[in-house]
């Protein structure tokens, strides 16, 4: 989904972006990938596991690592992508050109789907933010800081995204729902066109809106230092730095609670410490000690899948297929022996089987779809 580390681009018989290739890191983005399906998949929602549930507001549960991890994720790839081509004497221009016009594609994608649910679902609207939009926005800023800017500056840019957010949320006035000048920004900006209107207020609310990007943009220049530390070979850094984000973010709770819809700056930092606690490991355990890639075959068609997975639930409920689907081959004989949450989470892991199926015949046929 990023467009960088060979994730996305034409159908090729390998990857042709010239980059080295780390097996930790197809396979941690592979992983979030499949994570995100089950979370976005269930049989009945109104029947889900507390811990597949995002916060109602406050809070962050393992759900909520989603997200941050995957736009984490988009850092590093863009660090181990862009590094040795600028080393190799390729011009800044002509990559973020490149880099421009993937996050575009990926914007229009994301806009796309978003069309094509609000068509084709009962009682659904059309929405302009959303999970693709985000990436497209967070991967076109980072590839540009990865290309026109120091470390240093980077660092700069993150400590002032967060503060300069924290800022701006308590200038607001409140972190209430609806009430919060992130919402109320982007009832101004999109007006109902927004994943949720209280209908008491006529105010919009996001969780993927413009002005929560910002944070999201500091997720990913964090993902980005670490992509640098993988680089050069200092992975051991990511632990100790993955425990001072943890113990930062921990501590920023007490002032802004971690809230994923707000993306507090708190939260920011939590899910970031978690990420590079999370990459280290990975790479511990499959770069240098050999072990088995798992996910990696999600992580290298990342796109299809995601991408994939949103239109199949958006045409399987509006082809009629859904229900009978999941009564006939789940709950009809679940819900007898284990109940209403087994049979909800069965068909979320079935429905991560049938796309590891799905990216696993393409991975044998060395297809990868690319934007």
Same mark, same amino acid.
């Given at each position: 989904m990023t467009g960088m580390h060979g994730t996305v681009g034409t159908r090729s018989t390998g990857h042709s972006d010239g980059a080295p290739r780390l097996r930790s890191v197809d396979a941690l983005r592979g992983l979030t990938v499949a994570a995100m399906l089950l979370v976005n998949d269930p049989g009945d929602w109104s029947h889900v596991y507390a811990p597949l549930e995002h916060a109602a507001w406050h809070g962050c549960t393992p759900t909520d690592l989603v997200f941050p991890f995957f736009l984490f994720i988009v850092g590093v790839s863009i660090a181990l992508a862009f590094g040795p081509r600028l080393e190799q004497g390729a011009a800044p221009a002509a990559l973020l050109r490149t880099a421009l016009w993937r996050a575009l594609r990926i914007v229009a994608l994301g806009l796309a789907i978003n069309l094509l649910a609000a068509w084709l679902l009962p009682g659904a609207h059309l929405r302009l933010p959303g999970v693709l939009q985000r990436i497209g926005l967070c991967f076109a800023a980072a590839a540009a800081f990865a290309l026109y800017t120091s470390p240093r500056a980077q660092w700069a840019a993150i400590v002032a995204l967060l503060l300069g957010y924290a800022g701006l949320l308590v200038a607001g006035g409140s972190l209430e729902p609806f009430a919060n000048l992130v919402s109320r920004s982007d009832s101004a900006l999109f007006g109902h066109y927004?994943?949720?209107?209280?209908?008491?207020?006529?105010?919009? &609310?996001?969780? /993927?809106?413009?002005?929560?990007?910002?944070?999201?943009?500091?997720?990913? !220049?964090?993902?980005?230092?670490?992509?640098?530390? !993988?680089?050069?070979?200092?992975?051991?850094?990511?632990?100790?730095?993955?425990?001072?984000? !943890?113990?930062?973010? *921990?501590?920023?709770? &007490?002032?802004?609670?971690?809230? +994923?819809?707000?993306?507090?700056?708190?939260?920011? $930092?939590?899910?970031?410490?978690?990420?590079? *606690?999370? $990459?280290? $490991?990975?790479?511990? *355990?499959?770069?240098?000690?050999?072990?088995?890639?798992?996910?990696?075959?999600?992580?290298?068609?990342?796109?299809?899948?995601?991408?994939?997975? /949103?239109?199949?639930?958006? $045409? *399987?409920?509006?082809?009629?297929?859904? /229900?009978?689907?999941?009564?006939?081959?789940?709950?009809?004989?679940?819900?007898?022996?284990?109940?209403?949450?087994?049979?909800?989470?069965?068909?979320?892991?079935?429905?991560?089987?049938?796309?590891?199926?799905?990216?696993?015949?393409?991975?044998?046929?060395?297809?990868?779809? +690319?934007?």
């Open positions: 927004v994943y949720l209107t209280d209908p008491a207020t006529g105010r919009g &609310h996001d969780p /993927e809106g413009l002005p929560g990007t910002l944070p999201s943009l500091a997720t990913t !220049l964090l993902g980005l230092a670490a992509g640098r530390a !993988l680089r050069a070979g200092r992975a051991r850094m990511l632990p100790l730095a993955g425990a001072v984000a !943890l113990v930062l973010g *921990l501590a920023w709770s &007490h002032w802004l609670p971690f809230n +994923k819809n707000l993306w507090t700056p708190s939260f920011a $930092l939590w899910t970031a410490g978690w990420a590079a *606690l999370a $990459l280290w $490991l990975c790479h511990a *355990l499959i770069d240098v000690r050999g072990w088995p890639a798992l996910g990696r075959r999600f992580g290298v068609n990342a796109i299809a899948a995601y991408a994939g997975s /949103e239109l199949m639930q958006i $045409l *399987l409920p509006a082809l009629g297929w859904q /229900e009978p689907l999941y009564r006939g081959l789940f709950a009809g004989w679940i819900v007898p022996l284990a109940g209403p949450y087994a049979a909800s989470l069965a068909w979320a892991l079935g429905f991560v089987g049938v796309w590891w199926g799905i990216v696993w015949v393409m991975d044998r046929r060395r297809v990868y779809l +690319k934007l």
